[in-house]
Structure formats: structure tokens, C-alpha cells
């Protein structure tokens, strides 16, 4: 499956954006999605996931954006989302989308768990 993530920018603290990441191919919703940010000179970290079925139980935030950033996705477009709220100078960096092909019914929280990346979106959150 290829990704391409859309929808960074520059916004100011408080602020909202919504990325986007389209996925080609088929069987798009048999895969675990999952969003991760890299600031400079920082490791690759997740952000938020969800498993193949959308369900609550498989959705994982950070606590850095618990109840300020949303993941969802609509299978049928081959998307996944991820809304962001309230945001803080903290919250910049690149980010990324990612799938996972694994029989889990939650999403992983790993880097090294996922096997296909997007080329990555840069957000930058001014103070």
C-alpha cells in the first residue's frame, strides 16, 4: 500500500489542523493505521493509532494529545485523519502515517511494527 499524508502547515497555538492520509491499493481496511511526528533532533514517536476495524477499544493517543487530537478513518475512501485541536509550539514537527499489516485486534504502538510509510507532512505551531 502507498500513503500520502496531506495537510500541515503553519497555525498558530490554539489553533486547528486536520491531516489527511490517502491510501492506494486494495485491502486498506484490513490494515492498522497510525499517525507519528518527528521533531528535529528527536526520535520518531507515535502519536495516535487505530486498528483495521475502527473500534474505541483498538484507538491509542499519546498523553502529550490525548483529548486534544482525534484519529478516525473512512474505509470506503481509503483515509485516515487526523484532527488536531488546541495546538501547542510543542506539537511541531513532520508528520507521518503509517500501516500496519498485523492479526492484533488493536493497532500497534511501534515504529519498527509498521510496514509502510508516508513521505510525511510538516506542522509548525507558532507561539
Known amino acids: 500500500v502507498q500513503l500520502q499524508a496531506s495537510g500541515g502547515g503553519l497555525v498558530q497555538a490554539g489553533g486547528s489542523l486536520r491531516l489527511s492520509c490517502a491510501a492506494s491499493?486494495?485491502?486498506?481496511?484490513?490494515?492498522?493505521m497510525g499517525w507519528f511526528r518527528q521533531a528535529p533532533g528527536r526520535e520518531r514517536e507515535i502519536v495516535a493509532s487505530?486498528?483495521?476495524?475502527?473500534?474505541?477499544?483498538?484507538?491509542y493517543y499519546a498523553y502529550s494529545v490525548k483529548g486534544r487530537f482525534t484519529i478516525s478513518r473512512d474505509n470506503p475512501k481509503n483515509t485516515v485523519y487526523l484532527q488536531m485541536n488546541s495546538l501547542k509550539p510543542e506539537d511541531t514537527a513532520v508528520y507521518y502515517c503509517?500501516?500496519?499489516?498485523?492479526?492484533?485486534?488493536?493497532?500497534?504502538?511501534?515504529?519498527?511494527?509498521?510496514?509502510?510509510w508516508g513521505q510525511g507532512t510538516e506542522v509548525t505551531v507558532s507561539s
Open positions: 491499493g486494495r485491502a486498506f481496511s484490513k490494515y492498522h
Open positions: 487505530m486498528s483495521w476495524s475502527g473500534s474505541d477499544v483498538g484507538t
Open positions: 503509517a500501516a500496519a499489516d498485523l492479526p492484533w485486534s488493536a493497532a500497534p504502538r511501534g515504529v519498527n511494527e509498521y510496514d509502510y
